[in-house]
T-cell receptor, first 118, second 112 residues
Framework: DTGVSQNPRHKITKRGQNVTFRCDPI?????LYWYRQTLGQGPEFLTY????????KSRLLSDRFSAERPKGSFSTLEIQRTEQGDSAMYLC????????????????FGAGSRLTVL | SQELEQSPQSLIVQEGKNLTINCTSS?????LYWYKQKYGEGLIFLMM?????EEKSHEKITAKLDEKKQQSSLHITASQPSHAGIYLC????????????FGQGTRLTINP
């Protein structure tokens, strides 16, 4: 297993354009998370999936953001009409956890996709 | 919502010296996770603590969770250049929470 894979690693776009990021999690992981990280800050939660179901979305996830995990495997995060404030590192993580369980939830992170909006 | 405060925000130490990073919460921590991040890259899992008073070690890194489960420390003994990076603590915001919230990170620089 090669871990969590994210593409593209870097994306430079002009304000107003749409961008899409892809995340391929560890194959046996049923959970997939998206976080956003800006310079000097810790990761901020955006959304997560349990298999193909999107179970929680942060208020940070405006209506310009949409995430999908159609078959419970890879996921895409699309940002429409990008703004300069969207410039950040978008991190994907995956884990295996039974929903509602109180056990550990160790997230394995990908290398991230860095977005620069000009 | 739970906030995790890390201190210090940045730390510069001489190679070979010991150091400690703290992570404090105003609420009980249900699972405390330590990660390391190289600049511009993803997070690498280090250790997880769940029980009050728990302590874990891996190589020269020791993490502890206090009895009240509101503060954790990460201690590095005899620091090396390979320890340089950003250390992040993350925690479940309540028992059964399905996501982790993170502190702002501590940037560690090791001078040779």
């Amino acid at each position: 297993d090669t871990g969590v894979s994210q593409n593209p690693r870097h994306k430079i776009t002009k304000r107003g354009q749409n961008v899409t990021f892809r995340c391929d999690p560890i194959s046996e992981h049923n959970r997939l998370y998206w976080y956003r990280q800006t310079l000097g800050q810790g990761p901020e939660f955006l959304t997560y999936f349990q298999n193909e179901a999107q179970l929680e979305k942060s208020r940070l996830l405006s209506d310009r953001f949409s995430a999908e995990r159609p078959k419970g495997s890879f996921s895409t995060l699309e940002i429409q009409r990008t703004e300069q404030g969207d410039s950040a590192m978008y991190l994907c993580a995956s884990s295996f956890k039974v929903f509602g369980g109180s056990g550990a939830n160790v997230l394995t992170f990908g290398a991230g996709s860095r977005l620069t909006v000009l | 919502s739970q906030e995790l405060e890390q201190s210090p925000q940045s730390l510069i130490v001489q190679e070979g010296k010991n150091l400690t990073i703290n992570c404090t919460s105003s609420k009980t921590l249900y699972g405390l996770y330590w990660y390391k991040q190289k600049y511009g890259e993803g997070l690498i899992f280090l250790m997880m603590l769940q029980k009050g008073g728990e302590e874990k070690s891996h190589e020269k890194i020791t993490a502890k969770l206090d009895e009240k489960k509101q503060q954790s420390s990460l201690h590095i003994t005899a620091s090396q250049p390979s320890h340089a990076g950003i250390y992040l603590c993350g925690a479940a915001s309540f028992q059964g929470a399905q996501k982790l919230v993170f502190g702002q990170g501590t940037r560690l620089t090791i001078n040779p």
